[in-house]
C-alpha cells in the first residue's frame, strides 16, 4: 500500500503546537535507543538529535529553527507513527539510508510560538557569526558529519500561491550558493531529490506545488551548507485551504518528508531528472487572509478604500493550541492582491472607535 494511503496523525501531538517539554517526554519514553542530547538552548532546554537507520547515504535533517514553524517536527512524529504500525516500510528506507534527525532546534522560540529565539536571534541567519547558542550544535554536526544530503525544514506564510489562484501548500528549494545561482554540481543533487517528491505530491495536491525564490543569501543556513558541497533540500509548508491549523499541510508535509527520503535512498547522489526541478512554479507572494473590499470610511470627504487582514499567530499563556489574531496590515487599493477571503463591502461603511483602521493594529471593526 502507498504511504500516502496509510497516513496516521501522532495521537501525542494532535494539535499544532508542541511545548517542548512535552516533546521531550515523548522522545524519552518513546525513542530512547535513539536520541543523544546534542546541547542546550539559551534558556537551557534540551536539544536531541534521533538517528535512525543503517545504510550507506547519510542525511542530516532538522526542525523548527523558527520556533514557530511546528510542521516538520509534526511530519517526523507522525512518520514514525506510521513505520510503528508498518515496520516494513521502516525497514525497507533506513536499510538503505541514515538519518539524522535534530528535533525542535529552537526549543525557547518554540515555546513562546515565536520565530526567533530567546535573544531575537533569527538562526537561519546566523551561519557566520554564530550568535546563537543553539545554531552551532547544527553546524557542527553539518561540517562533521560526512552528510551526503540535508532537509533543511521550514513553514512559510500564507502569503503565498502557485498560480494566484491556489495556495502554496508545499515549497521547495535548492538554495544557491553564489549570488549568481549558479547551477552547481551540488544543486542539482538536491533538484533531483525535489524533481522526485514533486512528482508524487503533484498528483495528490494539483496545482499546489511551488519553488521558492532562490536569491542568495550570504548568511543564510542552506545557501552555506550548499557552498560547502552538502546538497541540502528546503521545504516550506504553506497554507491548505480553509485550513489555518495546517492539519491538511501537516498531513502533505508527512508525506512529503517520506517521499523525499525515499528519493534520496534511491539517488544515491545522482543527479538524474535535475531539470524537472525548474518545471514547478516559483511561489507567487500574492494572498492576503481577508480583502474586505470597497469599505466606505466615515470621513468629511469621499473616502472608500480596501482594508487587508493577515492573522497573526500567538501562543497565550495557560493555553495548548495557538490562537489567530487579525491583524490590519495595508489599507487603500489592494487590487494587485487576491484575500483566501474576500468580503465585497459595497454601500457597507466601517464602524470602529475610530474613524480610520489603523495599520498593524488589531481588526476590531465592524462592517455595516
Known sequence: MEFENLYKKNP????RYIAPASLEKFLQENLSDYISLIGTSYLGKNIYKAHFGT???????????HGNESNATLAMLDMI?????????QDELFAQIQLDFVFMLNPDGSERWTRRNALDIDMNRD????????FPLLKHLAMHGNYDYALNLHEQRTLFSTDGIHPATLSFLSPSENVDREVTETRKKSMAVIAKVAAVMQKLIPNQIARYNDEFYPTSTGDNFTRMGLPTILYEGGHFPDDYLRNGTRKNYTIALY?????IAELKNSVEGWTEYFDLPENKEDHYDIIYRNVKLNTDFPCVLD????????IREGDDEISFVPIVVEVGDCGRKKGWKEIECTGKSFK?????????AEADFEIV
Do not use: T
Request: aromatic share 12%.
Open 307 to 314: 482594508i487587508a487582514v493577515q492573522y497573526r499567530e500567538i
Open 55 to 65: 545504510g550507506n547515504v547519510k542525511v542530516l535533517a532538522w526542525s523548527q529553527m
Open 127 to 134: 551561519y557566520i557569526k554564530e550568535s546563537s547558542k543553539e
Open 352 to 360: 470602529c472607535d475610530r474613524k480610520f483602521p489603523k495599520l498593524d
Open 81 to 89: 507513527e506510521i513505520f510503528k504500525e508498518h515496520p516494513p516500510l
Open 12 to 15: 501525542v501531538f494532535p494539535q
Open 259 to 263: 517521499y523525499g527520503l525515499k528519493a
